[in-house]
């Protein structure tokens, strides 16, 4: 017995929805990186179940390189909240704020 | 017969030479730790850029793309075919603007980045985000294009910051960082929504599965994953919604970066989504079920050109405002998909759309590089600021006034062809929406014209400020100016061949 796909597409959107939550309302930048790692997995689960589901490799492959490409992004961006920290002091994304309009 | 017969990996040429200088630079840099040798790693960067340029252009005359009715070679298609990657003209094209703003950006870089420590890391991310907007431009499938995207934001992003103890720097770094990431796990849960709506990724056999009607049950999932796609494209390109990061980056990046990233990268967003948008979401079929992208993009085209034009003409800071009037350059190339209607009747907007790419590339490049220019005098930023500079610097000052002007699409530059074709392929589509959008773009125009003039005014008729030292005169950024000045003037002459290129590409594209 296998799980319906609508179960895994509505566990992804759930997935999404928590990471668009916590990008919204967390000002700590590392919360922040965090929560979009999730909104990227919530992608992964999609494309390994209509995978599954359309019977063919092309998203599971997909989901290797976007697993890769989330690391990446993470190594960059772990590096500007280093920088972010040495000028700031803080790792809050509300502190820097010396350009307005 | 060829004398010598390129496999058709080598189609990939232009992407593959700007690869390989980014390599080469790492190899430059780790002969040598403790020294850095600053003009061979400079001439390096310049010279496979400008190599590039040349393959991609060779391509182009030797009709790579052009189908092999009219004597041409036709499109080459990488792994399969159709394949994850084509290699027609419009990705020729879009490579020729990237590689052409590359060579500007690292011939500016060399005086701009003069005592900067990391000066061989600064041009291999160039090189290698370059790789990732000219992959961008020939990627044919959801995978390649996404992975193209990352490979140019990731170095993007440590451009943007790499100014490590200039606040503005770091602050503009980790606001593009993060509606960066935002808006790529957007786009990437996006692409797996038209993933299991069509059951693929490869842009031509999505096209098929719609047009077979196969997607007709799954019409919820395909349209929030097509309204995704959009935002990550929205991004791309610094239009409406996710334009946030463009003027705090902008403005915090050194110029040349900012130069990079608002001609490159903005050609870059712009060729995948008419790829994507043209090739593998037909209209014809989507809108029977709802899914009406193009009225989608009539909307963001005329906000996008408002919000950019509204909010440069208030700036008081000089790169500011350009960072604002990219946002509106952005909204106006946005028209070449707003007026899509399917094959016959689109193919003048867009190609519109790819000329203005192109001509933007030079005068908004040029525009920017002017602002390093001033950064390296270190005369300061605001509009006042600039006051009288055209005393004592009357060729750059010159070369600005060109880019100005060209810019608000003044009939004796570049600039007004794009935006004229751009306004009577608005109207050739004749709905009643695109009309409103040609509206839309003759007032913008006419309000951009306000402040433009007004840095031209600044620099040419104010008083010059007073105490100000005799400035030096860098020949890499007078070089890079000067050349961008002279291409915004020579399109003019040029604008018919480079139309006939825009126009082939976008029918082949279309069709």
Known sequence: ?101 | MEPIALPDWAALGPALVLAVTALLLFVVDAVNPRKTNRPLIAGTATVGSLAALAVAVWYLLAGVGTPTGEGGRGEFHIFGDPGQFVIDEMALFFMVVVAVVTAMVAVASYDYMHDHAYFASYYSLVLLAATGMATMAAANSLVTIFIALELASLPSYALVAILKDNRGSVEGGLKYFLVGALSSAVMVYGISLVYGATGHLQLEAIAEVIAAGDAEPYSGLLGLGVLMLIGGFAFKTASVPFHFWAPEAYEGAPAPVAAFLSSASKAAGFVIAFRVFTTALPIGDLAPMGIDWATVFVVLAIVTMTVGNFAAAVQENVKRMLAYSSIGHAGYALIGLAGFVGPGGSELVMSAAMMHLLVYGFMNTGAFLFVGLAEYWGVGRTFEDYNGLATQAPIACSALAVFMFSLAGIPPFGGFWSKYFLFTGALSVGSTAMIAVAAALVVNSALSLYYYSRLVKAVWIEDPVPGREGLSQPVGLYAAIVFAAVMTVAVLPGFGPIADAATSAATALIA
Request: contains cysteine; charged residues 10%; glycine residues 6%.
């Open chain 1, 1 to 101: 017995m296998t799980v319906p796909v609508e179960y895994y597409v509505l566990l992804s959107l759930a997935l999404f929805c928590i990471g668009l939550f916590g990008v919204l309302t967390r000002r700590n930048a590392l919360m922040f990186l965090m929560s979009v790692e999730l909104m990227l997995n919530a992608a992964t689960i999609n494309l390994i179940a209509f995978a599954f589901y359309h019977g063919n490799l092309t998203g599971q492959v997909f989901a290797l390189f976007a697993m890769a490409l989330a690391a990446a992004e993470v190594a960059v961006g772990l590096g500007i909240i280093l920088v972010l920290y040495r000028n700031f002091r803080d790792v809050d994304v509300t502190v820097p704020s010396t350009m307005r309009w």
